[in-house]
Nanobody
Framework: QVQVVESGGGLVQPGGSLRLSCAAS????????MRWYRQAPGKARELVAA????????YYADSVKGRFTIARDNAKNTGYLQMKSLNPEDTARYYC?????????WGQGTQVTVSS
């Protein structure tokens, strides 16, 4: 059974850090590009970060550059999004996406709330 499961979200104070994980099962994440999206209430889903299947090429939205780091461990079939210097504007539900040539898999998301 194909699954993508995000974890690691929660409530954090401004300036804090979180690491999100994206665990894939039922397929090999190593052959998929991995992307993290987020969606805040009333807003469109936006691409936050992406990494190629090899892990070589990365992309970051301007709003998170220098604060977020995307990574992947293909041996563990898991991806990560390290987030630091979080601010209230980062509050959203974060989704992991495994994007392949023929298939596209999504998780259910994990909520990140940045508040004092």
């Amino acid at each position: 059974q194909v699954q993508v499961v995000e974890s690691g979200g929660g409530l954090v104070q401004p300036g804090g850090s979180l690491r999100l994980s994206c665990a894939a099962s039922g397929f090999s994440l190593s052959t998929y590009a991995m992307r993290w999206y987020r969606q805040a209430p009333g807003k469109a889903r936006e691409l936050v970060a992406a990494v190629a299947s090899s892990g070589g090429n990365t992309y970051y939205a301007d709003s998170v550059k220098g604060r977020f780091t995307i990574a992947r461990d293909n041996a563990k079939n898991t991806g990560y999004l390290q987030m630091k210097s979080l601010n209230p504007e980062d509050t959203a539900r974060y989704y992991c996406n495994a994007n392949g040539r023929f298939y596209d898999y999504w998780g259910q998301g994990t909520q990140v709330t940045v508040s004092s």
